[in-house]
């Protein structure tokens, strides 16, 4: 079935470190892809999103580029910020088949040290 | 932007009792929520959408007699846990679409932590 795969957190930066979370998917059809924050006593946010391959969805500094050919939705910042500690979900949504539904992964907590 | 509220933000409640979490659209209205249930280190994994004023549709797995959604308004749905046990710990969150934008768009609710003792 369809699925999410998000690396384990919690992942721990300096402040202006170099971030990535990875992710990676499998989906029976033409998924479009996203990347949820969710920040402490909050609801999730659309963060970012791509509906195609080779697609780069970017928002706030952060990016993630649909690769059709690694089944991955890598979320990258380049210099990261106190304010970006967060737990960010990777999900993905598969359109035309019996179901229209968001599948999410684990979510990966970002704690970021000044 | 559009908010999504839950009251109560966490309740404790006895084995074999009922509790009641509602989600709220604030400022828009919305023709579906979604309702999702989070276990420690798990991924969300919705339980139900649920439509303003027909019947709630279920996920596969989910006892639609135990998790009773009422979708009354286009602002409001509720999730009651009936007959509650240890085993229905967990974090909810439901989202809603707004109506102009279909199902594509979803704003969540910040959570309703479950302790059932």
């Known amino acids: 079935g369809d699925s999410v795969t998000q690396m384990e957190g919690p992942v721990t930066l300096s402040e202006e470190a170099f971030l990535t979370i990875n992710c990676t998917y499998t989906?029976?059809?033409?998924?479009?892809l996203f990347w949820y924050v969710q920040y402490p006593g909050e609801g999730l946010q659309l963060l970012l999103k791509?509906?195609?391959?080779?697609d780069k969805g970017s928002n706030k500094g952060f990016e993630a580029t649909y690769r059709k050919e690694t089944t991955s939705f890598h979320l990258e910042k380049g210099s990261v910020q106190v304010s970006d500690s967060a737990v960010y979900f990777c999900?993905?949504?598969?359109?035309?088949?019996?179901?229209?539904?968001?599948?999410f992964g684990t979510g990966t907590l970002l704690a970021v040290q000044p | 932007g559009a908010v999504v509220s839950q009251h109560p933000s966490r309740v404790i409640c006895k084995s074999g009792t009922s509790v009641k979490i509602e989600c709220r659209s604030l400022d828009f209205q919305a023709t579906t929520m979604f309702w999702y249930r989070q276990f420690p280190k798990q991924s969300l994994m919705l339980m139900a959408t649920s439509n303003e004023g027909s019947k709630a549709t279920y996920e596969q797995g989910v006892e639609k007699d135990k998790f009773l959604i009422n979708h009354a308004s286009l602002t409001l749905s509720t999730l009651t846990v009936t007959s509650a046990h240890p085993e229905d710990s967990s974090f909810y969150i439901c989202s809603a679409s707004p109506r102009t934008s279909g199902t594509d768009t979803q704003y969540f609710g910040p959570g309703t932590r479950l302790t059932v003792l």
């Open positions: 791509a509906t195609k391959a080779d």
């Open positions: 999900a993905l949504r598969v359109y035309g088949g019996a179901t229209n539904k968001l599948i």
């Open positions: 989906a029976t059809g033409y998924p479009s």
